[in-house]
Structures are given as structure tokens and as C-alpha cells.
């Protein structure tokens, strides 16, 4: 709002909104002055405030009450400093004056303050916080409660199954042997329903059916039992050519004369 016949670009211009107001104007007239404002002179500064104020009739007067109160109570700093009473000393008065100073200082660096911390930097518009980590968090659904003695002792078994060193070892297989060939004979001449020449491989069991080398190991075991029994007389032997058949039989009469002769 600039004050009716006053130069646009010369004259101050008075903000009524939010908290700038009387002491707002007497800083930007301090500012227009270009000096400290330590140093500043308050007469003069009055002087322009004053004028403005005259000049500036056309504002409304509930809006403008407290430019007047500030113009009431500079119009008697004024007239303090410039005539100061005879019986009264003007400490007063430079009280006043320092303590406007003061003001002016003290809304200087809150104007300082303010430019400082609108140019930094805002978050969420110039900077931007970190985001919300990704949650890691583990659920045990397995049902499963060990202790720790528990799992050392599952630990120390699972070790030495691996430190044991498995050697394969097939098995052996069951051969007919020649004891067992011998008690078969001796069963088959003590029975009395087996009469004349029997081939030896009807003595072999049925288990050297299972394979060859099963077969083998028992005709070896039936051939060294019936040799050993007709060494001993128990049995007698015959084969008629080579590669044939071998026959046995319980030894009979004719037998023994020839083999006592």
C-alpha cells in the first residue's frame, strides 16, 4: 500500500499482513539511509516516518492504529531530543533512542534469519529422506523345537557317520561242501529203497541249480566225497569212459572178494 501522492517507486511500500507493521516501516527507512544502524540518526529517521504517516491519511484508520501509536510515541521521542525539558535530564529521551535502536537491530537479524532458513534446503521437495528398509524378518512355520543340546549332539552324529569309511564287501556265497556231500551218501546207500548204480550228480542239492559256479563246487565236493568212501570200502564207483557219467552203488559181495584177493 503506498501512501496518496507519493512516488510509486520512491515511497516505502507498507504490508499490513501477518507481523510486519510500524517497525517494519522504520527499518526499511533505516535500510534507505545506507549506514549503520548502530549509527543511524533517529531524528532524521523520525522526520521520514512522520511524513509517511502524513502522507498516508487515506488508509483506514482501524487499519493504521498502530502506525499512529508509533507515530504518538516518535513525535515525543522528538521533541525530547530537540527540547528537552530544563528540570528533567534527557537520559530518558537516549533511553528511548537506544532502545529503538535496539528494535531495529534485533528485526534486522530476525529478517537475516529468516532468508537464511528459506534458502536451505527442504525436505521432501529439494532433499529427500531415506526409505523404509525391506522387512527381513524370518517365520518358523516347521513346527520344530530343538535345544541346543539337541542340535550338537545331531551334529556330532551326523560327523562320524561321514568319518566312518564304508568298505563294500559283496556276499559270500553258500558252496555244497564235501562234509555235507559225505552225509548225503551215507543217507543214500543206508536207504533200502535205492537198489544198484546211482549217478553222482543225483546226489547234488538244489541249490547248485542257482548258478554254474554253484553247480561246479557241488560236483566237486560230491566227486572227493565219493572217493574218499570208496577208498574207506563204503561205496563202490564206476565210469565207463572218459567224460562219462559216474555211477555208485553200496558196495556188494562179489566186490569185496575181488578186492580182498
Known sequence: MVPGG???????????TGFEGPLDLL???????KVDLAQISILQLVEQYLAFVEGARQIR???????????AWLTWLKSRLLLPAENEPDAEAEDAA???QGLL???????ALAVWLDDRPRLGEHVFARGYGEDMTRIDRSGLRVDLMGLIGAYLAMTRRRGRKRIYAPPRPRYWTVTEAVSALHRLLNTSEVAGWQKLTSLLPAQSAASPRARAAAMASALVAGLEMAK?????????SVFAEIMLRAPQGDFQE????
Open 98 to 100: 537506544g532502545l529503538l
Open 27 to 33: 527499518l526499511d527507512l533505516a535500510r534507505a539511509q
Open 6 to 16: 507519493a512516488d510509486p517507486e520512491s515511497a516505502p511500500h507498507l504490508s499490513l
Open 232 to 240: 574207506s570200502g563204503t561205496v563202490e564207483l564206476r565210469q565207463e
Open 258 to 261: 575181488v578186492t580182498e584177493s
Open 105 to 111: 537491530q534485533e528485526l534486522e537479524s530476525i529478517r
Open 61 to 71: 484508520l482501524e487499519l493504521a492504529a498502530d502506525w499512529l501509536v508509533m507515530a
